[in-house]
C-alpha cells in the first residue's frame, strides 16, 4: 500500500488550548476520540477544559507552552508524548493580537507579534516534524487567517506575521511531498475568541471604521471557534492518499428575517 493507514490512536497537541479556537479544536477532537495534550501558557485554563474532557469521557492533559521560548516548545512535547505517545496530529493555534497603525506600531510591538505567530509556529513544527517523517505519516495544521488574503488596518504585524505563515506552509507542502506527512493552513475570518477583546473603545472604533471604509466589514456576523475546530478535524481525518492543503472559513450573511423558513411552532403561527 502506497500511503501507511492513520492509526487507530492519534495524540495531539494543541498549542493555544487555553480559549477560542483552540480550546474549542481540543474539545472536538478529543470528543471524536482523540488523545489531546493541552498546551498554552494560561495552565490553570488548560486543567479546567482537561478535567472537563476527561469527564465527558475523553483523554486530555495540560502542558505548559510558551512559543517564544525554544525551551519551553521542546520541553512541552517532550511532555506531550510522554503522556500521550508519538504525536500523529498537532495544532499551531497559539497568538494574540495587538493592533495600532503601522507607523504607531514600535519596531518591539511588531517584532513581538511575528515571533509569537510565525516564529512560535515555525518553532512547534520544527520540534515535531522529525519524528513524523520517521513514521512516515502525521498531520500539522497551521492556524492562519484571511487576512493573508485580504489585509486589514491596524493589523499590520499580524497581517505580516499570518502571510508569513502562508508562505512557510506552501513552502512546506514541497519539502513533505512523498514523506507520507501533511501539513494545511486553516485560515478564519472575523472570530469571535478573546483575541482583541481587551481593545479600548476608541481603537476599535477607529479600527473597524477603517474597515468599512476599506469595505473589509461587509457585515457584523462572526463565526464561532466550533467553525474552525470542525474545519481542523475536516484536514486531518481525510483519509490517507488525500490532502486538503489549505481551508479558508468565512462567516456566512445573515438572510433577511422575511425569507427565513420558519423554525419554531411560533414562528410559523405568524406566517
Known sequence: MAFIPHPERRPVL???AS??????????????GHPVALAARRVEKLQELAEKITTAGGEAVAVPLDVTAPASV????????AALGPLEIVVAGAGDLAVGLSYEFTPEEFA???NIHLNGAYR????VIGGMIDRARGDFVFIGSDVALHPRPWSSAYVAAKSGIDGLVATIQLELEGT???AGVVRPGQTLTGMGMNLDDTTTENMLNDWIKHGLARH??????EHIAQAVSA?????????MRAVEVEAEGAVPRAKRAPTTEQEKGNH
Open 14 to 16: 494543541v498549542a493555544g
Open 19 to 32: 480559549s477560542g479556537i483552540g480550546a474549542a479544536t481540543a474539545e472536538y477532537l478529543a470528543a471524536a
Open 74 to 81: 521542546t520541553d512541552c512535547v517532550a511532555k506531550a508524548e
Open 112 to 114: 513581538d507579534q511575528v
Open 124 to 127: 512547534l513544527y520544527r520540534a
Open 180 to 182: 507520507g506527512v501533511r
Open 220 to 225: 457584523g456576523n462572526f463565526l464561532a471557534p
Open 235 to 243: 484536514m486531518v481525518t481525510m483519509p490517507r492518499g488525500a490532502q
